[in-house]
Nanobody
Framework: VQLQASGGGLVQAGGSLRLSCAAS????????MGWFRQAPGKVREFVAA????????YYGDFVKGRFNISRDNAKNTVYLQMNSLKPEDTAVYYC??????????????????WGQGTLVTVSS
């Protein structure tokens, strides 16, 4: 299983970015997917998760309607649309898949497959 995240970059506060995560090597459509982030000196925190059929989504409390997670099972890809970005959103963003199919989680420890991370920098 391989996850390849992309789409990070430098953006001004109030701007938008869309992250993508392409998956290969497993039954993508059977797995929930998640996004996490880690800022320098901080622990990795949950951002968003989407169920295998997109019917269920969860978001971290700090998202407050600014982000949207979606997936395209035909393309084996999950997306994170981030709007109204703030400097405190600056972090490396990781996509991840749980260790088992048909399970959705918001807990870091339940995710066993991780992408390499993509850096998002929001300037003030």
């Amino acid at each position: 299983v391989q996850l390849q995240a992309s789409g990070g970059g430098l953006v001004q506060a109030g701007g938008s970015l869309r992250l993508s995560c392409a998956a290969s090597g497993h039954s993508f459509g059977s797995y929930a997917m998640g996004w996490f982030r880690q800022a320098p000196g901080k622990v990795r925190e949950f951002v968003a998760a989407v169920g295998w059929s997109s019917d269920t989504t969860y978001y971290g409390d700090f998202v407050k309607g600014r982000f949207n997670i979606s997936r395209d099972n035909a393309k084996n890809t999950v997306y994170l649309q981030m709007n109204s970005l703030k400097p405190e959103d600056t972090a490396v963003y990781y996509c991840a898949a749980p260790g088992r199919p048909w399970v959705i989680s918001t807990v870091v420890a339940n995710f066993e497959r991780w992408g390499q991370g993509t850096l998002v920098t929001v300037s003030s």
